[in-house]
């Protein structure tokens, strides 16, 4: 029978062939009834779903405007919001682009248009982001062909892309190739995987972990037009495709995406939908893949999802590096200072300057460690009582915990400002520390760790057929090579749950797991059924904030002990990013300590050295009690900036 062949690129042929349809009474459902996604679609063709993880949206395709463009569309609580089109390069005008993957946050790989010598061909390209918008897009260099180049698929780890092509095609049938990652970071030579194609062709495939492919084929055996199949990467190849039959008809489906709930997105030409192609949606039942062993038992495993999401929350803070150490008497104002060992990897707090303080030091500590050329100088700024005794104990310090060279660190006894002449507390000594080489941090620093997984806990079913012909079975998950045994018995079916928090360490380096199930038959042979899980990490960002009367804001907590640390690069990072956020409208709030005029001098020059840089700007200054429990010594140079997020 003739058969529509679409290659989806915006070109149609017809072609005949002749095919064979017979159902494998061990291949049940993966979804259920598909619905139309009424808000995304059109008249037009509206095609090629893909998930991009690091922006949870849903990119398409519509040929709406009579040029395939690409569209988002946000998914919360199975329900898509009304597409938006994408501005910028992505979409050239006059053109037709198509079929987007993606690597990373900030890169992308898809299909266009690339003109040769003698014409032009579907090719691949890829593209970057940058400050929130894609770049132009340049050809993937390796994989660009005088042919058809089309319908990328990149693995979550990025090792790995697969298309379609007609390349070394006889009669113009497209099939699946696949490159691997090399070392200098390209896509090597392109491989045929001939163990998945046919006479016909095969199109859209969908990587939804390194080791599970979906795609569209019209030459496999289906119903009819462009089926839906599966195919795990199993013992050196890819094993037999399986029809995904709950979603398959005797019309047109391709273009599979799998979003993080499990649920599919897919399009087809199939009675009853707005247009031409339109986009479906289908929910995930427990039922999955099962294999047929020689020894005619089946095994089945299912969960509730496809999917497990790993969430990375990621909190930064603005910090400036304090160059000071505070003594009275020769003791440290900071008891902790010369405790920790040097080793360790500073963490910045807005809530305890001391502790702020602490750390600093202990990044300089490290600075000198890692940079072996590196001298410090300490010098003082603020008094003259026991510079000696001081400087020998930061030395002894750094000498005997730290490993630095005697030679590398030196005392300047010249003061390097003079002493206020109004000092309040006549044993204060406050030294600088100075190096040869600049010691500069980053002003954003994040502190992050996983915290949830979705799902918290996996409903798993597991059965045979005939159950009767399995004497024991053990189940567990697969991480990184190593297996963990869950459960085991001798009777099925069986449904429990386990808590895969157990494994939330592990699962923040991988892309994918395996459920495992092994079965022991009467005859003693074991039949082993996997299920594969991609994970999903999802990082989101916030900054460090308090909430004062009703509104948000991003403390900063500053030290300034003379003008010169206004020549500082650590400060000057940190107040172009104050200036930046009055640029913006934001509020801005300096507080100096209640009842210290010399803290609400520090923080009048602060806020005239930010007018200065957004003279339309305004600042303003009150007081606080915020540091209260912070050592009096401290008061008179600490600063609080607040801004408004």
């Keep these: 029978m003739q058969k529509k062949i679409i290659y989806l690129s915006f070109f149609v042929c017809l072609c005949c062939c002749n095919y064979s349809y017979a159902q494998n009474s061990s291949e049940v459902p993966l979804w259920g009834e598909a619905q139309n996604i009424l808000i995304l679609n059109t008249e037009s063709d509206d095609f090629a779903p893909s998930w991009n993880r690091f922006e949870n949206l849903l990119y398409f395709n ?52 690339r003109l040769s010598e003698s014409r032009s061909f579907l090719n691949l390209f890829l593209t970057q982001n940058r400050r929130k918008q894609w770049t132009k897009p340049v050809p993937l260099d390796g994989l660009a062909f005088d042919g058809f180049v089309a319908h990328p698929t990149v693995s979550p780890d990025g090792s790995i892309i697969i298309f379609s092509s007609d390349m070394n095609s006889g009669d113009g049938d497209t099939d699946l190739w696949m490159a691997f990652r090399q070392d200098n970071g390209s896509f090597g030579a392109a491989v045929n995987l001939k163990e998945l194609n046919t006479p016909g062709n095969e199109i859209t495939p969908f990587l939804l972990a390194r080791d599970t492919l979906f795609f569209a084929s019209d030459g496999q055996e289906g119903l009819g037009g462009y089926d839906l199949f599966i195919s795990v990467y199993e013992d050196g190849h890819w094993q037999r495709p399986y029809p995904l039959e709950s979603l398959n008809t005797r019309y047109d489906e391709s273009d599979l995406t799998i979003l993080p709930t499990g649920e599919a997105v897919f399009s087809s030409d199939r009675p009853g939908g707005k247009g031409k192609l339109d986009l479906y949606l289908a929910k995930p039942v427990k039922k999955r893949i099962q294999n047929v062993v020689p020894s005619g038992i089946a095994l089945s495993i299912s969960t509730q999802a496809m999917e497990i999401t790993a969430r990375t929350e990621q909190v930064q803070n603005i910090k400036q590096n304090i160059p000071y150490l505070f003594f009275v008497k020769g003791v440290p104002v900071v008891a902790s200072m010369f405790k920790d060992d040097c080793v360790k990897t500073a963490k910045y707090s807005n809530n305890n300057f001391e502790i702020n303080l602490a750390e600093s030091f202990n990044y300089t500590s490290n600075f000198l460690k890692t940079n072996p050329e590196a001298k410090l100088f300490i010098s003082p700024v ?165 909430k004062i009367n009703k509104k948000f804001y991003q403390p900063v907590n500053l030290c300034i002990c003379s003008p010169q640390d206004y020549e500082s690069e650590d400060l000057k990072q940190v107040l172009q990013y104050i200036e930046s956020a009055m640029q913006e409208g934001r509020r801005v709030v300096i507080q100096y300590q209640k009842n210290r005029p010399d803290s609400r001098k520090n923080a009048e020059v602060l806020s005239n050295k930010l007018k200065s840089k957004q003279p339309k700007s305004s600042v303003e200054i009150e007081t606080s009690d915020n540091h209260v429990g912070v050592k009096p010594q401290l008061l008179p140079y600490i600063i609080r900036v607040l801004i408004e997020r």
């Excluded at 919360?76 to 501005?87: E, K, Q």
């Excluded at 892309?511 to 899980?533: C, P």
Aim: hydrophobic residues 35%; glycine residues 4%; proline residues 5%.
């Design 62 to 113: 519509s040929t709406e405007t009579g040029y395939s463009k690409f569209y988002t569309s946000e998914f919360n609580n199975s329900a898509f919001t009304p597409p938006a089109l994408i501005y910028g390069d992505l979409n050239k005008s006059r053109n037709n682009q198509s079929y987007i993957t993606f690597e990373s946050r900030d890169l992308a790989y898809f299909s266009t248009y």
């Design 382 to 546: 603020i008094g003259s009582v026991q510079v000696q005794e001081s400087f020998t104990s930061v030395k002894k310090y750094l000498t005997e915990k730290c490993g630095i060279e005697d030679s590398r660190i030196t005392l300047n006894r010249s003061p390097a400002v003079n002493a206020p002449q109004d000092n309040t507390f006549p044993d204060l000594l406050i030294l600088k520390m100075s190096s040869d080489k600049p010691i500069f941090s980053e002003i954003l620093n994040a502190d992050s760790g996983l915290t949830s997984l979705s799902p918290p806990v996996l409903e798993v079913s597991l059965d045979a057929k005939p159950r009767k012909s399995i004497l024991s079975w053990v189940f567990g998950i697969e991480i990184a090579g190593e297996k963990n045994e869950i459960k085991k018995g001798n009777e099925l079916p069986a449904q429990f749950e386990f808590n895969i928090k157990t494994f939330k360490q592990r699962l923040e380096s991988v892309d994918s797991v395996i459920l495992y199930f092994e079965a022991n038959d009467s005859g003693t042979k074991k039949v082993i059924e996997n299920l594969n899980l991609h994970v999903n990490h999802l990082k989101i960002t916030d900054y460090y904030k308090e």
